[in-house]
């Protein structure tokens, strides 16, 4: 278990791709991630898990049936809702966040 080292991974990846658009990047930058997590023996939280593949799999999907579509730009603002109202149901941020 390497915490340090998996930080200073996760600040290369945002120097690195500062001036990159992060909607174009979501699976790249969702597999450094995980391999840094799995390198440095880090767990991540499982709604971070159940996000990041939802939204491989959508972009996998769209890609398949539809090439010109952008999926990110449509599917990341939902499936992060669903995340919070599963995950935050009793907080008055995600209250806010879904409009109640």
């Known amino acids: 278990l390497d915490v340090e080292l ?3 991974g ?3 990846i945002v120097e690195d791709d500062e001036d990159n ?3 174009e990047s979501v699976g790249d930058y ?3 991630i995980c391999y840094l997590a799995c390198k440095h023996k880090v767990k991540l939280e499982a709604a971070f898990i159940n996000a990041a593949l939802a939204c491989e799999i959508m972009e996998g999907l769209a890609a398949s049936l539809y090439p010109e579509m952008r999926v990110q730009q449509v599917a990341l603002p939902l ?3 669903a995340e919070m109202m599963h995950g935050l149901k009793g907080l008055p941020a995600a209250k806010l966040w879904m409009g109640s």
């Open 21 to 23: 658009n992060f909607l």
């Open 30 to 32: 969702i597999t450094d």
């Open 10 to 12: 996760i600040d290369k």
């Open 79 to 81: 499936v992060l809702k």
């Open 6 to 8: 998996f930080c200073r």
